[in-house]
């Protein structure tokens, strides 16, 4: 039988041809199309894809669909609790609630609350379970019999015999009479400090943002790496440079950290002492060298300042990474590192570790910049370098990075573009007592207002507030203090924010960025 071959075939004989049918069927779509509003359309098929609901029931009521859509995208649930002053402010009025119900949904007004509730939090949540874990080592470490609450080794020489008559008179004084009195008030202060540390781990949790890249952890961690260390700086500069203080100061705070956040997560005595002993031990192993060179800065040993610094930075990077990589292994072992032990798979566990050595690396260069700038800066002017200063600028850093925040959520604010006063009213709740300001350098703040016409101030809300601000200080001299409502509600995102923001800062103790380089 011969081959059929289609290529000699002529298919449009058939009244089969392909251009034409291509034509006729354009021409039917587009004649269809142009009859339909293409937004329209476009909109309905968006909330068909989010919804998950037929096209032509969405076209039947999309309004429906849409309020569907962005009520689901708000977590209602718990909201009283986790934002009380964003929920009183849409409790208090529905028009709050219409009006500012797009930055309900993308959580900007309990984002700027949070802000409010974290300023310096943070650094303070560190010291707070420091504190706590000491407490709790040193009531652990306490006899659970009443005669030998005061160690007899602890009396001086000749009056050991004393000590259990002290101990009886100590005990007698908080009202313990036996020693099952001493073992349930021991325990009950046990449970209530463990309780305390639990509590403020969930709060630092709450306040560290869930995005963070790289970058951003690793200069949150040197900026709170900084302000840890800011005791024992300041007990090293005291003491001429002798970095003994500072290593001492690390040890005990890494230890009563370490101790009060093993126990919470349910290590038994012993076991939070090997861990926290091990941490501490690592934490001050490690910093042996680079406090070493420190010390030589701070004292003047140094023979050359760039030569001492950079060795510094060598020394602090490989000494940091080994501490970030021994100290996981001591939580792996010790069975705190959830992270880890949920990870699925040797490549996972890398990825984890990899991006723990870069943060590390990145509150490296954060910190030990700062550490290395301040010992030279001790050995250039006689140590004029104090606590106060140090918490100063760390403190600085905070703010700056607030001012950016609060700036960002105001100009991505719908509630602010459609009424100022509602927003503004909503900021000064969600600062409640906080009474912060924005200050502005007072000089600066008059040349830029010296630019503008009477009549561009009275039109512009930002340059009004400014005036007014700038009227008040004036008669003292001081900075321009700008309340946070009136920053956020007029002055954010316009041209005088741009203009001024390099001398900006969120209190009149602070120097902002163009002072320190003045």
Partial sequence: MPELNLDKIDLGGFGVNE?????????????????????????????????????????????????????????LEGMTQRAPKTSKFLTADVNNSVIAQEDVVTNLLEGIEKTFDGMGRSIGIGFDIQGRGLLLASNEATSSRIDDLIPAGAMPIGMEHVARDLSREFAATAGIETDEQLATAKQEANDRLIGEIVELQKERQVLTPEDMNIVQEGVRAGVESLANMAPGLALTVLSGGRTAPLLVTIGAQTFTSSYGEGRAEGLT???????????????????????????????????????????????????????????TVNSYMFGLDKELENAEGAQEIINIQLRRQAVTAIATI???????????????????????????????????????????DSVKSKLRERDVESFKQFIREADGENNTHVFIDGVQTSLFLQSKTREEIDADPALKALANAARESRATGADVAVPVDEFMGDIAGTEAATELREHMTMSDETVSPFRQEC
């Fill in 19 to 75: 251009e034409e049918q291509q034509q006729t069927q354009l021409n039917a779509n587009m004649t269809e199309a142009v009859k339909v509003n293409p937004d329209q359309h476009a909109q309905t098929t968006k909330l068909s894809k989010e919804s998950g609901v037929p096209e032509f029931a969405v076209q039947s009521n999309p309004e429906q669909i849409q309020q569907k859509l962005k009520l689901d995208k708000i977590n």
């Fill in 269 to 327: 005595v012993e076991e939070a002492r090997w861990f926290a002993s091990i941490d501490a031990a690592i934490e001050v192993g490690t910093e042996l060298l680079p406090t070493k060179t420190i010390e030589t800065i701070l004292t003047g040993k140094s023979k050359g300042l760039t030569k001492s610094a950079l060795k510094f930075a060598v020394q602090e990077m490989g000494t940091e990474q080994l501490a970030t990589a021994l100290q």
């Fill in 366 to 408: 954060v910190a030990g910049g700062a550490q290395i700038g301040a010992a030279t800066a001790v050995n250039k002017t006689v140590a004029k370098l104090t606590q106060t200063e140090q918490e100063q600028a760390t403190q600085g850093d905070i703010e700056q990075r607030n001012i950016d925040k609060l700036s960002a």
